[in-house]
């Protein structure tokens, strides 16, 4: 079974420009996350999904973040214009069930570099 | 906001010894988990405890809880070069719809 999948690996942009970061969970799971480290801190949780629909935003850091799951499969992840201080590696996790069990699996994670 | 704070930072040993890492957070919680990151790989699930739980084991990994000090701790027993890697502890709270909270991490450095 693939496990979840993250594209690109590494991006590196200049500031200003768009970036769009995509994750493919685990087929079956419904519950979709995002989280970020920036290098030397934790790891921050941007948002989650349920199936199509942002059931938690509340870690999104601006408007400049805009996350959808059209369809409740494979999410993407836009930053548009993006800053220096996006920098850190974007990761996605999935879950089947976020109740009790609340295991997630992670991505590799994608690592993005604003120059 | 929660959140889980790892101690020590970065931890050095020797193969075979044994390697403490504690964990504490703010509030009270549904479960804490801890997960493993390899070097520019995803986190991998560890092992789960649950806030009814005090001990768990998992091959050479005993987990403990204190929910009366809101901490934990996460010892990994003779250890490998493998284990080398970056340790989160992670908590989700006990009531209502709320993500998993992860700390820093602990930086694990075995030596062989």
């Known amino acids: 079974e693939a496990g979840v999948t993250q594209f690109p690996s590494h991006s590196v942009i200049e500031k200003g420009q768009t970036v769009t970061l995509r994750c493919d969970p685990i087929?079956?799971?419904?519950?979709l996350y995002w989280y970020r480290r920036v290098m030397g801190k934790e790891i921050k949780f941007l948002l989650h999904f349920v199936k199509e629909s942002k059931q938690d935003e509340s870690g999104m850091p601006n408007n400049r973040f805009l996350a959808e799951r059209t369809g409740g499969t494979y999410s993407t992840l836009k930053v548009q214009p993006a800053e220096l201080e996006d920098s850190g590696v974007y990761f996605c996790?999935?879950?089947?069930?976020?109740?009790?069990?609340?295991?997630?699996?992670f991505g590799e994670g994608s690592r993005l570099t604003v120059l | 906001s929660q959140q889980g704070e790892e101690d020590p930072q970065a931890l050095s040993i020797q193969e075979g010894e044994n390697a403490t890492m504690n964990c504490s957070y703010k509030?009270?919680?549904?479960?804490l988990q801890w997960y493993r990151q390899n070097s520019g790989r995803g986190l991998v699930h560890l092992i789960l405890i649950r806030s009814n739980e005090r001990e768990k084991h998992s091959g050479r990994l005993r987990v403990t809880l204190d929910t009366s000090k809101k901490s934990s701790s996460l010892l990994i027993t003779a250890s490998r070069a493998a284990d080398t890697a970056s340790y989160f502890c992670a908590t989700r709270r006990r009531s209502g719809n709320t993500p998993l909270v992860f700390g820093k991490g602990t930086r694990l450095s075995v030596i062989a």
């Open positions: 509030t009270s919680i549904n479960n």
């Open positions: 996790a999935s879950s089947q069930d976020w109740g009790s069990s609340g295991e997630l699996f």
């Open positions: 087929s079956g799971h419904d519950n």
